[in-house]
């Protein structure tokens, strides 16, 4: 079992940067890959970026270039440097940590781009 707390969302006006985080305990870390996914309303969650154990990292077209996802396994964090942001970015940021069959869920963060 995996418990996920995300933090550092916020509001911030368009161009502006954020730093998102995730904080894991409950089992090791680094057994699992991580990932951030947003939902923004009346829309389907999506996929933004995602990292594996061996730090391996993949992003959503929309993201790259503007987004860096990375961890620490040492502080069972990964955190997720959002910068250049747009409105279209505004959503609720969720972590994720999954293997296999095993997935696991925060609550997610608020992030609202706006002027």
């Known amino acids: 079992q995996v418990q996920l707390a995300e933090s550092g969302g916020g509001l911030v006006q368009p161009g502006g940067s954020l730093t998102l985080s995730c904080a894991a305990s409950g089992s090791i870390f680094t057994f699992y890959s991580m990932g951030w996914f947003r939902q923004a309303p009346g829309k389907q969650r999506e996929l933004v970026a995602t990292?594996?154990?061996?730090?391996?990292?993949d992003y959503a077209d929309s993201v790259k270039g503007r987004f860096t996802i990375s961890r620490d396994n040492g502080k069972s964090t990964v955190y997720l440097q959002v910068n250049s942001l747009k409105t279209e970015d505004t959503a609720v940021y969720y972590c994720?940590?999954?293997?296999?069959?095993?997935?696991?869920w925060g609550q997610g963060t608020q992030v609202t781009v706006s002027s």
């Open positions: 990292i594996s154990s061996g730090g391996t990292t």
């Open positions: 994720k940590a999954f293997r296999s069959r095993l997935e696991y």
